[in-house]
Structure formats: C-alpha cells, structure tokens
Nanobody, 123 residues
Framework: QVQLVESGGGLVQAGGSLRLSCAAS????????MGWFRQAPGKEREFVAA????????YYAESVEGRFTISKDNAKNTVYLQMNSLKPEDTAVYYC????????????????WGQGTQVTVSS
C-alpha cells in the first residue's frame, strides 16, 4: 500500500505561482513513478505531468508545458509540482498518483491516489 497526501493548494491571482507537494509513505518511494492530474468542476480528470521512478524523463500536458515543472525527491519521499504563470483555467482539484510501473499520462495506469488539493486561480 501507498499513502499519498497532497498539500500546497490555495487561492492565487492569475500570473502567480504555487508549489504543490505530495508526500508518500508505505512503500519504497524510489520504485514509484509519479503523476499529477487535475479535475475541474463538471469536467473529467485530466493528466498534468508525470515523472519516472528515478526522477527523470518528465513530461507534461500541452496545456501546462513551459509553465509547470514536476520533480521527485526520493530522499524526502515527495513529488512536487511547481506551477508558474497560473491561469484561471488551471483552477481544479489537483491529485498526485503513484504508478508501480512506468510513468504514464493515463489515469488508469496509476495504482494509488491522494485525496487532492484545491487550486483556485482568480482573474
């Protein structure tokens, strides 16, 4: 089992920044690929970013490319999502997820999920 706890969400003005954190416990974090997803009201959950078990090969949804950065600190059992130049359309609940296999942009590939943290971007 893996437990994931997100933090760092909040209210920010358009153009601002936030850094989300996801702390993991319960399994060797260094073996896990990690991803971030988000879900806005009335919309399906969508992929944001993913990173492999070693913290390499990050990739992003086109909508956040160049603005968001995913990183993984195996020593701290934590994955981060640095979000810059935020837009109102980034408003959503953000979830981190752990994948026992290779990282993916498909939600069904992930084995464990956190409870989510709300990010609200005002215009």
């Amino acid at each position: 089992q893996v437990q994931l706890v997100e933090s760092g969400g909040g209210l920010v003005q358009a153009g601002g920044s936030l850094r989300l954190s996801c702390a993991a416990s319960g399994r060797t974090f260094g073996n896990l690929a990690m991803g971030w997803f988000r879900q806005a009201p009335g919309k399906e959950r969508e992929f944001v970013a993913a990173i492999n078990w070693s913290g390499g090969n990050p990739y992003y949804a086109e909508s956040v490319e160049g603005r968001f950065t995913i990183s993984k600190d195996n020593a701290k059992n934590t994955v981060y999502l640095q979000m810059n130049s935020l837009k109102p359309e980034d408003t959503a609940v953000y979830y981190c997820a752990a994948d026992l296999g290779s990282h993916s942009d498909l939600a069904v590939a992930y084995d464990y999920w956190g409870q989510g943290t709300q990010v609200t971007v005002s215009s």
